[in-house]
């Protein structure tokens, strides 16, 4: 298995432009979580997915954030416009829930806003 | 109050040396527990899953406490190659602690 594949692996911007960020997880995985990872704030959950619907996106930080899985085998994570505060790494990570729940990640999106 | 809180570290101990990290979470009804090990630049993997019994892997002990609500990480023996951050996660929406930095040093 080729595991959890995130793409791009390191995106510069400047702020104000749209940024989109894609996952695809590990083939037979339900769920599907977005994180990002700063230095201040460590690990946060942003949104997670169980069977493509969202179940909690309580950890958006604000509208100019949106994601998406339109099908099991892909999610993308939108940013709109994007702010130097956004910059930070991005996770993406799926899991079998109702087996193990362990969570395996992706590489990593390394968002930069200037 | 966060939903999970880790010792903030750093931890900095010798090769050979014992060292134990705890976790605590606020959400009494969480069921799963887990800690992770990221290192720098990477991504955070699977360390070991935190049953109730307690469970041990190799110089790795996890343990939980449902009164106290916190889950430890006894690393026993410690090795160079154990320096890394290391990250609880708690419950079905998996949320992680801010992780504890642990470098071992010669």
């Known amino acids: 298995d080729a595991g959890v594949i995130q793409s791009p692996r390191h995106e510069v911007t400047e702020m104000g432009q749209e940024v989109t960020l894609r996952c695809k997880p590990i083939?037979?995985?339900?769920?599907l979580f977005w994180y990002r990872q700063t230095m201040m704030r460590g690990l946060e959950l942003l949104i997670y997915?169980?069977?493509?619907?969202?179940?909690?996106d309580s950890g958006m930080p604000e509208d100019r954030f949106s994601a998406k899985m339109p099908n099991a085998s892909f999610s993308t994570l939108k940013i709109q416009p994007s702010e130097p505060r956004d910059s930070a790494v991005y996770f993406c990570?799926?899991?079998?829930?109702?087996?193990?729940?362990?969570?395996?990640f992706g590489s990593g999106t390394q968002l930069s806003v200037l | 109050r966060k939903e999970v809180e880790q010792d903030p570290g750093p931890f900095n101990v010798p090769e050979g040396a014992t060292v134990a990290f705890n976790c605590t979470y606020s959400?009494?009804?969480?069921?799963?527990f887990f800690w992770y090990r990221q290192d720098c630049r990477k991504e955070p993997k699977l360390l070991m899953s935190?049953?109730?019994s307690g469970n041990e892997d190799g110089r790795f002990t996890a343990q939980l406490n449902r009164a106290s609500q916190y889950i430890s990480l006894l690393i026993r023996d410690s090795k160079l190659s154990d320096s890394a951050t290391y990250l609880c996660?708690?419950?079905?929406?998996?949320?992680f602690g801010a992780g504890t930095r642990l470098t071992v040093k010669p």
């Open positions: 990570a799926s899991s079998f829930w109702g087996e193990d729940e362990k969570l395996f």
């Open positions: 083939s037979g995985h339900n769920s």
């Open positions: 997915f169980n069977n493509n619907v969202p179940i909690d």
């Open positions: 959400n009494s009804a969480s069921q799963s």
């Open positions: 935190v049953y109730s």
């Open positions: 996660a708690v419950n079905n929406d998996m949320r």
